[in-house]
């Protein structure tokens, strides 16, 4: 495993939630206490129900979400920031290595600007770029990586179909040059053909231009595909993370084995396993106690209501935080 770029250190996200006259107020824990390194130069996925925390984490990293307790360090070469408390020259400096990648690629463009002017906007807001020659010259560069038509340059976005919008906003996120991506569920709203060549592209980039993704998905087929290391969140906490082929051979979590089992087969002869978890994700304004999956797990017992477990070592470089996991392993 290379040395992580990001590390964070029992990072926490809390909003406060009004009020109260006798008692504490109440929070709302969005991230509780993640702990979690993210290999320079891996593709890392993060998984895990809608509300899980996915994206508010990924935000949090980006510095685009309040970050209310822990640390999380970003390090590269001579480049040491605790982003936590970041002061605002070097958060602006960050902005240049660090890029989001959004889910929706018609909102995420705005219909009144040309390409040009999209894929340029943060070269002139950051400064990096003097003159109109230097801006083009760095515009055509990224677009052509990103296998964009030069001639569409001048078009507006309401030409495009899904996939090539969906390029104009990779190119965005990488014409600053950054190190590291947030894709946060970036193909979820294309065509499954559409995915694959995006998947791709993005892959391809990573190995030209040595970049780091964070690849934030609920699609586990797609993360099985491109991701060399997955990270799964419950109620704002990581229940497990491990290499991808780890994980998907000998899932440890119970929480890791119910999403498995619910990938869909193309087999038609597979009459399906999916297991179903009882009941919803509680809310993370009112958390179980002991282990939060404690409530829908189908394996708990009572230690599981009081102890909190934290993620421990496993097998084959895996991390998991459960109890009972050796016990629970399937035969
Ligand atoms: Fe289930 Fe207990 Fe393990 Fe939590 S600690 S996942 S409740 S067995």
Known sequence: MNAPL???DKLSVHYPLG????????????????????????????????????TTLGRAILRAAPISGGHATYRDGEVDYDLATLPKDKLRDFRKRAQLIFQDPYAALSPRMTVRDIIAEPLEVMGITRTRQETDKRVREIAAKCRLNLEHLRRFPHAFSGGQRQRISIARALVCGPKFIVADESVAALDVSIQADILNLLKSLQHDLDLTFLFISHDLSVVAHVCDYVAVMYLGSIVEVSPTRELFRQPKHPY????LSAIPSLDPDDTGKAQRLPG???SPANPPSGCRFHTRCPVAQDRCRQDVPHLQDATGDA???CHFWRENLPA
């Open 6 to 8: 990001v590390s964070l």
């Open 256 to 259: 890791t084995r119910a999403l």
């Open 319 to 321: 991390r998991v935080s």
């Open 280 to 282: 919803e994700m509680p």
């Open 19 to 54: 009020r109260k006259l006798l008692g504490p107020s109440p929070v709302l824990k969005a991230i509780d206490e993640v702990s979690l390194d993210i290999p320079k130069g891996s593709f890392f996925g993060l998984v895990g129900e809608s509300g899980s925390g996915k």
